[in-house]
């Protein structure tokens, strides 16, 4: 992700071909790791060697662990760097893709965009805003971990059963670039907000159901991760025990349908994650983990 320090952030047009990732659409720069590559960063600097040879960056840094869909299904973790940048990018010899163009946050939504692109730009440009900068010069918050501590992603997810006991799953559109055709909590990222009003305002965004904070409860906590080189998890489960509206599809492009179903007889195609966390949730178990003997 590369940006001017300024709010610009450079995107690339890709090619309008079959069998390529996110065809025509502007994306980041970047590529796959190959064999010969040491480390993700390593992959990061051949990969822009090979598109773009004379753009030189400043400041390299990893910046976020993001889920995409690679060309034959998978799900694939992918670790976005941040990079600065301040050329012209008409004098850029452009090897692969169509061109190069600077962008600000407020015209995103004009563009087609590879899945998730949007989004991860504007939690960059809020991290670098004035507003959000640390007073008297100190640094940002990712930067005062001490020493070898892991930073997660945490995700809320709201755990909304009916009358009969039956439980509100989503089911993800099949274009998700996570979890496609599967049927999943109704969930977000905490932002720079605490965990139950981040879950109070997925619920009304995503499905136009109204909790009161009061009415939340803390139900399961799971701790996953993925894969080797993706940013570990923690997900915490809420029980709301009480709400007004009805589920409603607010958000098409992420959930395409809302449905109730028996905790114990859920469907095959669930989150894994999320079974495990109602599982847990119906032995009474408040913790659980998930990925960790395959690190």
């Not at 753009?55 to 662990?65: D, I, K, M, N, R």
């Not at 694939?76 to 163009?101: A, H, N």
């Not at 305002?201 to 009061?214: K, T, V």
């Not at 139900?219 to 509206?245: K, M, N, Q, T, Y």
Request: overall charge negative; aromatic content about 6%.
């Amino acid at each position: 992700m590369i940006h001017d320090g300024h709010g610009r952030y450079l995107l690339h047009l890709r090619d309008q071909r079959e069998g390529i990732w996110s065809p025509g659409v502007f994306a980041l720069l970047g590529g796959g790791r190959t064999l010969d590559d040491p480390c993700l960063e390593a992959t990061l600097r051949r990969e822009l060697a090979e598109e773009v040879p004379s753009l030189e960056l400043t400041g390299l840094t990893p910046y976020a662990v993001e889920e995409a869909t690679s060309v034959d299904g998978l799900a694939v973790p992918v670790q976005v760097y941040s990079g600065r940048w301040q050329g012209d990018p008409d004098t850029i010899d452009l090897q692969e893709g169509v061109l190069l163009r600077w962008f600000t946050v407020d015209v995103l939504d004009r563009l087609g965009l590879s899945p998730g692109l949007g989004d991860l730009i504007r939690r960059h440009a809020a991290d670098h805003s004035p507003a959000s900068s640390p007073p008297h010069g100190r640094r940002l918050l990712r930067h005062e971990a001490p020493e070898g501590t892991e930073l997660h992603i945490v995700g809320v997810h709201l755990y909304l059963q009916d009358e009969h006991g039956r439980t509100l799953l989503g089911l993800r559109h099949p274009d998700s670039a996570y979890a496609g055709n599967q049927w999943h909590f109704l969930a977000g990222h905490c932002e720079r907000e605490e965990a139950i009003s981040c879950l109070v305002r997925e619920a009304q965004e995503e499905a136009g159901l109204i909790i009161e904070r009061g009415n939340v409860e803390l139900v399961h906590l799971i701790h996953l991760v993925d894969s080797p080189s993706a940013r570990p998890r923690i997900g915490l489960v809420f029980r709301a025990r009480s709400w007004s509206g009805t589920p409603s599809i607010l958000e098409p492009d992420r959930c395409v349908e809302w449905r109730w179903w028996n905790p114990k007889d859920l469907p095959a195609e669930v989150v894994p994650y999320t079974r495990q966390a109602i599982e847990g949730i119906v032995a009474g178990r408040l913790y659980s983990q998930m990925g960790w003997d395959r690190r």
